[in-house]
């Protein structure tokens, strides 16, 4: 079984940064890739942002410029950083990962969500 926790959402003012983590914990061989979601107040799940094991990124066109994800292999970490934010970013953030056991067996997680919110 594999854990994925975020951290680091909260409050923030329009124009603001923030900077989410998701720490990954458990039966966990190799995280193939890691990604985050969001679901804005009642919309449906959209990706954010995905990254290989290799370091190879993608975007939603929506955060481009303005948030970079980035991990750290050897602490099973993933983070997001979040810059310019604007209100159209008030969402829950999951973290995501594609994860092959020690058992071999390949399974895709989801973590709790954590809470951002972009007001003034």
């Known amino acids: 079984q594999v854990q994925l926790v975020e951290s680091g959402g909260g409050l923030v003012q329009p124009g603001g940064s923030l900077r989410l983590s998701c720490a990954a914990s458990?039966?966990?061989?190799?995280?193939?890739?890691m990604g985050w979601y969001r679901q804005p107040p009642g919309k449906e799940r959209e990706l954010v942002t995905t990254?290989?094991?290799?370091?190879?990124?993608n975007y939603a066109d929506s955060v481009k410029g303005r948030f970079t994800i980035s991990r750290d292999n050897a602490k099973k970490t993933m983070y997001l950083q979040m810059n310019s934010l604007k209100p159209e970013d008030t969402a829950v953030y999951y973290c995501?990962?594609?994860?092959?056991?020690?058992?071999?067996?390949?399974?895709?997680?989801w973590g709790k969500g954590t809470l951002v919110t972009v007001s003034s």
């Open positions: 995501n990962a594609d994860v092959t056991s020690w058992s071999n067996s390949r399974i895709n997680y």
């Open positions: 458990g039966s966990i061989f190799r995280i193939n890739y």
């Open positions: 990254i290989t094991s290799g370091g190879t990124t």
